[in-house]
C-alpha cells in the first residue's frame, strides 16, 4: 500500500484518500466507474456518466500544520503517561470531499485523508489534474487507471518520496 498525491493505491486497487475499513466512507476508482465506499454511499457512477470529478477541502501541508503535528503528538505522549489510553487515540483522519459530477446531478463523497500533515500543493494540483484527465474517455480512464494499478501491484516498501510521488503523477499524466 502507498500513496501517491491524493490516491491511496493499495496492490490494484485505486482509492480517493485514504483506504476506507469497516463503514467508514471512501472512494475507490475502478475500470467500471466511481465507487462509493461506506454507510450512506454506496454505488457505482460509470465512467461513461462521470462529466466532472473533483476534490475539496484537501487540507494543504504547511509548516503550521507540521508543527501542529509534532505538538500535538508529544501532547498525547504525555497525556498517555499520566492517564494511558487517553490522548488523541479516536481521533479520526480529516474527510475531503470528492464531487462526482453526472448528467443526472451532483454527488458529494466524503474520504478520509491519508496524509496526516496535509498534502503537498504540488501533489494536490497533479492529483486533481489525473482526476479531470480520468473524465475525458474510456480510453484514458482504462489507461491511467491500469499504470496506477500495476504499479501498485508491484511497489514494496510503502509510499515513495516526494519527488517519486510527483513524478509518478507526471507521468500517469502524460
Given amino acids: ?41 454506496s454505488g457505482l457512477h460509470p465512467w461513461k456518466d462521470v462529466r466532472g470529478l473533483t476534490v475539496t477541502d484537501v487540507p494543504v501541508k504547511t509548516l503550521r500544520r507540521r508543527v501542529g503535528a509534532v505538538t500535538d503528538r508529544a ?12 490522548g488523541g487515540a479516536d481521533d479520526a483522519p480529516a474527510l475531503m470531499t ?11 463523497l466524503a474520504v478520509h485523508t491519508a496524509a496526516a ?20 474517455g474510456a480510453a484514458t480512464v482504462s489507461g491511467i487507471l491500469a499504470a496506477m494499478s500495476g504499479w501498485g501491484r508491484t511497489r514494496e516498501g510503502g509510499s515513495p ?14
Fill in 75 to 86: 501532547v498525547t505522549t504525555a497525556l498517555n503517561f499520566v492517564e494511558p489510553g487517553s
Fill in 98 to 108: 470528492v464531487r462526482v459530477e453526472t448528467a443526472d446531478g451532483d454527488q458529494e
Fill in 1 to 41: 500500500m502507498a500513496m501517491v498525491g491524493l490516491f491511496w493505491i493499495a496492490e490494484g486497487d485505486v482509492y480517493v484518500g485514504a483506504k476506507p475499513s469497516g463503514l467508514a466512507p471512501g472512494v475507490r476508482l475502478s475500470p467500471e466507474g466511481v465507487v462509493a465506499l461506506g454507510e450512506g454511499q
Fill in 117 to 136: 500533515i496535509g498534502y503537498s500543493r504540488a501533489e494536490t494540483d497533479l492529483s486533481r489534474a489525473l482526476l479531470t484527465r480520468l473524465t475525458e
Fill in 161 to 174: 518520496r516526494a519527488a517519486e510521488r510527483e513524478a509518478l503523477l507526471r507521468k500517469w499524466l502524460d
